[in-house]
């Protein structure tokens, strides 16, 4: 595995495209909201931001890296050459996708950290790391349901919209507003119960208890992306 994830990781740096869309792009958004943390904070609350700080870093970075990583070794017929060794179809899929996920973990870290410096720091850090790792194995989960839908890379650039912008929205409408009102609907969301657990850990207020209770529909999701994965991820290009 260590040896496929390093020479992804090469692959990646090697990639300007990927590299400035997936990762430059989301440092730059996630920057400018923490420097404009006080007009943002007006509008919703600090944890607000650390929502969005965490899905842009994670639906840029890391959803959009595994969808365009997975269609660009398909095409080039590289996802068929690994499964002739000896290597598993895990770990396969574990070493192309460790270095995205390392990068985009060590980007929602060192923003999240930056926030809490110029601003005040989170009530709850061990409740926001558990939103941080459930929001993005839901998002590598999302992630290879969508690869076995996209042809090509150029093809991701169109497959990923509706999800990255899908629950960047979500991020918004459920900060902005929280989830007094239509709380179902907003918790059923992608991404709506991760972001109220962001809020709540970084906003504080909450009972442990109450907040750990939104971890199941952002695990509800991660089963169904699999399910979905499982059914539709391709090894090979279509012919």
Do not use: C
Not at 16 to 32: D, E, G, H, I
């Amino acid at each position: 595995m260590l040896s496929i994830a390093g020479s992804e990781l090469i692959q990646i740096f090697r990639n300007r495209l990927v590299l400035v869309t997936s990762f430059v792009m989301p440092v730059v958004v996630s920057a400018f909201f923490i420097y404009q943390h006080e007009s943002f904070a007006s509008l919703g609350s600090l944890g607000y931001i650390a929502g969005v700080v965490v899905f842009t870093v994670g639906a840029f970075g890391l959803y959009a890296t595994t969808v365009t990583t997975l269609a660009s070794r398909r095409q080039n017929l590289f996802l068929k050459r690994l499964r002739s060794t000896t290597a598993t179809d895990t770990t396969i899929l574990a070493g192309l996708l460790t270095p995205a996920t390392v990068i985009a973990g060590v980007q929602a870290t060192a923003m999240l950290s930056v926030l809490g410096v110029v601003s005040d720091r989170p009530a709850n850090v061990p409740l926001l790391a558990a939103a941080v790792v459930a929001t993005m194995i839901m998002l590598i989960g999302l992630g290879l349901a969508t690869a076995g839908l996209t042809n090509s890379p150029e093809h991701a650039q169109v497959t990923t919209l509706p999800v990255s912008l899908g629950v960047i929205a979500v991020t918004s409408w459920v900060g902005l507003t929280g989830t007094e009102d239509l709380t179902l609907l907003k918790r059923a969301l992608p991404g709506g119960a991760a972001t109220e657990l962001v809020v709540d850990a970084w906003n504080g207020g909450v009972a442990v208890a109450d907040s750990l209770v939104l971890l199941a529909p952002t695990l509800g999701w991660v089963v169904v992306a699999l399910a979905l994965a499982a059914r539709l991820f391709r090894w090979e290009p279509r012919r």
